[in-house]
């Protein structure tokens, strides 16, 4: 009876994880180390880790996701200074 007990807790905490999970991007899911192939299938295909064979997958999503995301500071740093310049530019005049 305890038995069951524990197991209803564990997949009431399986469901709300699930149901969280589901909001999330597959690129951050991957690079969570989280397969959203398993996730989709459900409570029942826990765990949802993504087997070792799919590392490479993971790396590189993980790479491609850090490079994104430096470009994108490297251009919203651009953005700022360029519209500082024209700010000081109207200051000017």
Known sequence: MF?????????AARARTLNILQGVSR???IAAGISPELLAQGIDAWPWRIETSDAAELT???TS???AAVASIQDNHANNADVEKECEFDAAA
């Open 3 to 11: 038995k069951r007990f524990i197991e209803g807790f564990e997949y």
């Open 60 to 62: 590189a999503v993980s």
């Open 27 to 29: 690129e951050r899911l």
């Open 65 to 67: 996701l850090k490079t």
